[in-house]
Nanobody
Framework: VQLQASGGGLVQAGGSLTLSCALS????????MSWYRQGPGKQRDVVAT???????DYTESVKGRFTISRDNAKNTLYLRMNSLKPEDTAVYYC?????????WGQGTLVTVSS
């Protein structure tokens, strides 16, 4: 399984970005897909998760601002980020579990200026 994340960039506080994560194969059978982020000097933490059934979960700091979604037809995972804050600055990684193994994309940098 290969994941390719894209969509990061520099944005002003209050702005929006949409991250995409293209997978090499069908995502229809993947139970859990997630976005993680790792800020400067911080550990990598989960930001949002979506199940095959479409159930979503978010870390508290992004609730109401970020939306995770998946397009099975395009084998793509998305993260829509609104009302961005400087503390959202991080490298964002997409991830999925397949047969109990976790796979990672290469990361895309999001920088939010104040």
């Amino acid at each position: 399984v290969q994941l390719q994340a894209s969509g990061g960039g520099l944005v002003q506080a209050g702005g929006s970005l949409t991250l995409s994560c293209a997978l090499s194969g069908s995502i229809r059978s993947i139970d859990v897909m997630s976005w993680y982020r790792q800020g400067p000097g911080k550990q990598r933490d989960v930001v949002a998760t979506i199940t095959r059934a479409g159930a979503t979960d978010y870390t508290e700091s992004v609730k109401g601002r970020f939306t995770i979604s998946r397009d099975n037809a395009k084998n793509t995972l998305y993260l829509r980020m609104n009302s961005l804050k400087p503390e959202d600055t991080a490298v964002y990684y997409c991830s999925c579990f397949v047969s109990l193994s976790q796979y990672w994309g290469q990361g895309t940098l999001v920088t939010v200026s104040s």
